[in-house]
């Protein structure tokens, strides 16, 4: 099992940053790669960012490119998202979740969200 705990959210203005960190227990030497996902009220959940645990190759939504950057410490089991340049379309809970080397087609872990708010 490996447990995320989200943190980081809050409220802030349009054009302002935040940076959420996601901290990983438990099986960590498990995690194959660790992604961020966000719901906004009314909305389906959708993928915003992902990286590879070992190698750091990372994807990113199209709404988010260029202005959010995931990034991972790996002595920390910490996985992170800067995210700059916010507007108040993301607003939302955002959800960090793992996928485990011995089942890597989907998120098995997800922590508890931690919920941005953009004002315009």
């Known amino acids: 099992q490996v447990q995320l705990v989200e943190s980081g959210g809050g409220l802030v203005q349009a054009g302002d940053s935040l940076k959420l960190s996601c901290a990983a227990s438990?099986?960590?030497?498990?995690?194959?790669?660790m992604a961020w996902f966000r719901q906004a009220p009314g909305k389906e959940r959708e993928f915003v960012a992902a990286?590879?645990?070992?190698?750091?190759?990372?994807q990113y939504s199209d709404s988010v490119k260029g202005r959010f950057t995931i990034s991972r410490d790996r002595v920390k089991n910490t996985v992170y998202l800067q995210m700059n340049s916010l507007k108040p379309e993301d607003t939302a809970v955002y959800y960090c979740?793992?996928?485990?080397?011995?089942?890597?087609?989907?998120?098995?872990?997800w922590g508890q969200g931690t919920q941005v708010t953009v004002s315009s």
């Open positions: 990286i590879r645990w070992s190698i750091s190759n990372t």
């Open positions: 438990g099986r960590t030497f498990s995690i194959y790669m």
């Open positions: 979740a793992a996928r485990d080397t011995l089942d890597t087609a989907r998120y098995a872990y």
